[in-house]
């Protein structure tokens, strides 16, 4: 059965760092693209980043190009979000997520989130 | 960046009637190489993670209702709840991954009249 499972979320002071990592379980991590997704209390789904499946190619959203580095340890089937100069725009839930959809690359697997809280 | 926009923001609906949400995007998801339309549909129901429902802007998800239809092409985008369920009740996001900076639309809430 398909897992993925996010960890590493708290409360964190404006500039200061947190890294994520979700573990995944149940199909082929090296496989398949990676994402994060970001959702702020009471707002839309945000894209964060991507990773290739074998980390060659990231790409990341403008809002946080420069201060995240999205990673994966294919041997360890687990992917990482390190978040640096933390905002409070930062704040939210935090999405691991697959893409694939049949070879699609649509988000097909989603985990269940982790939550950010940057706070003084 | 592609910007995608939803309308209606939210909707009510009586129990079996239909339910249409509106998606456009600011440039075509269409690609010329293979004919498809590079758009997905999610429902998100309250503390939950957004589900997969519908993807090529018309291809249902394996075990999602037939109720729910994708229709559209270019940048002009709906999906179409025929028959609006109680369990249908939540927020509903369009999604192009015709770029590799993914986008979503702001969000489409549905609920019972």
């Known amino acids: 059965q398909m897992q993925l499972v996010e960890s590493g979320g708290g409360v964190a002071q404006p500039g200061t760092s947190l890294r994520l990592s979700c573990a995944a379980s149940?199909?082929?991590?090296?496989?398949?693209?990676m994402h994060w997704v970001r959702q702020a209390p009471g707002k839309g789904l945000e894209w964060v980043a991507v990773?290739?499946?074998?980390?060659?190619?990231?790409y990341y959203a403008d809002s946080v190009k420069g201060r995240f580095t999205i990673s994966r340890d294919n041997s360890k089937n687990t992917l990482y979000l390190q978040m640096n100069s933390l905002g409070p725009e930062d704040t939210a839930v935090y999405y691991c997520?697959?893409?694939?959809?049949?070879?699609?690359?649509?988000?097909?697997?989603w985990g269940q989130g982790t939550r950010v809280t940057v706070s003084s | 960046d592609i910007v995608m926009t939803q309308s209606p923001d939210s909707l009510a609906v009586s129990l079996g009637e239909r339910a249409t949400i509106n998606c456009k995007s600011s440039?075509?998801?269409?690609?010329?190489?293979?004919?498809?339309?590079?758009l997905a549909w999610y429902q998100q129901k309250p503390g939950q993670p957004p589900k997969l429902l519908i993807y090529?802007?018309?291809t249902r998800e394996s075990g999602v209702p037939d109720r729910f239809s994708g229709s559209g092409s270019g940048t002009d985008f709906s999906l179409t709840i025929s028959s609006l369920q109680a369990e249908d009740v939540a927020v509903y996001y369009c999604q192009q991954y015709y770029s590799t900076l993914r986008t979503f639309g702001q969000g489409t809430t549905v609920d019972i009249k």
């Open positions: 440039q075509s998801v269409l690609s010329s190489s293979n004919n498809k339309n590079y």
């Open positions: 090529w802007a018309s």
């Open positions: 990773t290739s499946y074998d980390a060659t190619n990231k």
């Open positions: 149940g199909f082929i991590f090296s496989s398949y693209p």
């Open positions: 997520v697959r893409s694939d959809c049949s070879g699609a690359n649509c988000f097909d697997y």
